[in-house]
């Protein structure tokens, strides 16, 4: 067994220690983002139903694009019945898919498309392991709505816990009816998106964590978001590197050796997952093994094994 999956059996053990995690084993061994022995086995699909979002990350350009492959980008919006229609179709063909989710290409929780999305398809596809990719801002009050419409799995990107730092990642958050900028929205940001990690766990969610790695600047933040994050409940980090965008493209990603080095100071407190792909919002597939296809009149990706 590999050291990854020992470290995700490992802290399935811990949190039902902590009458958590009751429920994983089963989500896990379909989950192709959580563990790594279903990563190349089962497929997942991202459903593009969630345009606004309420964070401007400085590394973040949200856009249609049909070439890109990268976080923030789809070849088209769909509306719910659009995307619920199309896990139909994608359903009959294909036997390996097991997740459903949304991851963009704006803030899930910030549009009401993504709940609406959520109930189509679970009155169609209950089967189907429905997750979920967030900012974490509105996370707290928006968890049990997930809860009820079965949302299983939640990825809460933390990229630092001192506002200060995270000031320099985030130019400003929405939150009501304002905009806030500054170290005051990173503090706002900060608080929700951990009281958010706590109340997804508590509520028996499968909580990663997502942590951008941006050499010269959140180093040291990525592995207190580590400590943090498995206090809270957090199941697994997965720390990916900065793709240079919007204003920070005038920075480095990280090098394989610096990126290996965060990996393994933070999985002295976490498991650490390595296989992330940076998917686009609309992907489809086994992750990795995506091209281009049509399904019917929708462009999307699709696996080269469906």
Known sequence: MSGEVKGVAKRVEELKEKGQGSKFSHWLTCHPCFNPRAHFSF????????????????????GIDKREYRPGVACKM??????????????????????VAIAGPGEPLFNEETFETFELVNERHPELI???????????????????????????????????????????????????????ASRIL??????????????????????????????????????????????????IPLIPLHSFKGRRPPTCEELKRAREE??????????????????????????????????LYLTLHA
């Open 43 to 62: 497929s997942r699909m991202h459903l593009p139903v969630a345009p606004k979002c309420n964070v401007q990350c400085g590394y973040c350009e949200r």
């Open 78 to 99: 769909m509306s719910p019945d659009e995307a619920a229609r199309l896990v139909d179709e994608v359903a009959k063909r294909d036997k390996n898919l097991r997740v």
């Open 190 to 239: 900060i608080e929700r998106q951990l009281r958010g990690l706590k109340a997804a766990a508590d509520q028996g969610l499968l909580v990663k964590v997502n942590t951008v790695l941006i050499p010269g600047l959140n180093e040291v933040e990525v592995v207190e978001v580590a400590k943090r994050a498995a206090e809270l409940g957090a199941f697994l980090q997965n720390i």
């Open 130 to 184: 429905k997750c979920i990719a967030t900012n974490g801002l509105l996370l707290e009050e928006k968890v049990l709505a997930l809860k009820s419409l079965r949302v299983r799995a939640v990825t809460v990107t933390i990229n630092a816990l001192d506002p200060r730092i995270a000031s320099a990642i985030y130019e400003f958050i929405i939150l009501g009816d304002k905009v806030i900028e500054g170290v005051e």
């Open 266 to 299: 933070a999985s002295k407190y976490i498991p650490q997952f390595r296989l992330c792909k940076q998917c686009r919002a609309d992907s489809y597939g086994i992750p990795g093994f995506e091209r281009r296809e049509k399904a019917k009149d929708q462009e």
